[in-house]
């Protein structure tokens, strides 16, 4: 795709945010659109820190992956065995292995099959949700869709019971085993859990219509990132994730990650554990969408080609990533 073009669609959908394409680490395309802060009119740069939304789920699913290569978890370990009595509606038998492939069925607090829209307030008191055990009470209370393993249900409150399982059987709070084990590994230096109500001046503020005006997201999302998403990153850490992934930088079983778990031809794509896959080439990606944020990144591993979309507004990556991505 010709630079011109990107441009193109960027002026045509008043795009803002960050598109790179870069092969092996030599960038081939990067550029900055829009605006980081609207009130004060700062734009978005290159460097720029933006919510990644649902892409973070892929680094909770390698946080708790590198705990099963060191044993401390299993595929197989139940989430009941390290719950004890708390959430009482997830089955005995749904499993790690389960929650990493969205097919545990257990109910979900932020339900992507309601009828809602991404303007809706839907979690409550943000300002409490800092950690993975604060989201006890919102995870609580859901009944089961169906049945472990009987078929793929993405599901968000699926990531905040793993990264609640790893905080408990890996004695670390999740925001620093995902530091630990893949931000630190894959020399992501940019990339971190960000307070939504104390940006600093590298992050950009995301944005949503509401009521004929754009507002921030602040209110609407965890005011810190948990188990199901919403770090903050850069296109190039997302760059250097990949090469480290694949380099075996973050874990050894890299093959296992990204074999195919579960078709999902509603999205005309499949899943691994904790990653998008093609439907039919091994393309590998990282998806994200929610209120005032909106990223894709998609990994070709035998040409080392990334491709990256990230976004302050909710969709605003689509239009691009389409056009850019297989």
Known sequence: MRPEDIDAIAEKTAFSGVVRVDRDGQVEFAKAY????????????????????????????????SLIEDGVLKLDTTARSL?????????????VEH???????????LDEEADTEITDYV????????SAEAFLPLLDGHPAKFAAG????????GFVVLALLAERAGGVGYHDLVRQRVLRPARMTSTDFLRSDELPAD???????????????????PVLASGDGGIHTTAEDVSAFWRALFSGDIVDRVDE???????????????????????SSDTVFLIGYDAGAS????????????????????????????????
């Not at 460097?47 to 992956?65: E, H, N, P, W």
């Open 99 to 109: 929650l990493l492939t969205h097919t545990s069925g257990i109910g979900d607090y």
């Open 295 to 326: 990223f894709k990144s998609a990994h070709d591993p035998h040409t080392g080609t990334t491709r990256t979309v990230i976004s302050n507004t909710s969709p605003g990556a689509w239009p691009i990533a389409r056009a850019l991505m297989p």
């Open 150 to 157: 009987e078929r793929f249900g993405y599901c968000n409150g």
């Open 257 to 279: 990650v990204v074999r195919p778990r579960q078709d999902v031809p509603d999205e005309s794509m499949r899943y691994g554990l904790g990653l998008w896959l093609h439907e």
């Open 83 to 95: 719950l004890g009595s708390d959430l009482p509606q997830i089955a005995d038998d749904v499993t």
């Open 203 to 221: 992050a950009a503020v995301g944005y949503l219509p509401l009521d004929g005006v754009d507002r921030s997201n602040v209110f609407h999302l």
């Open 34 to 65: 829009g605006l980081a802060h609207r009130a004060y009119r700062i734009p978005n740069t290159l460097d720029t820190r933006f919510g990644m939304a649902s892409g973070g789920k892929g680094f909770t699913a390698l946080a708790v992956l």
């Open 123 to 130: 979690i409550g008191a943000a300002h409490e949700l800092t």
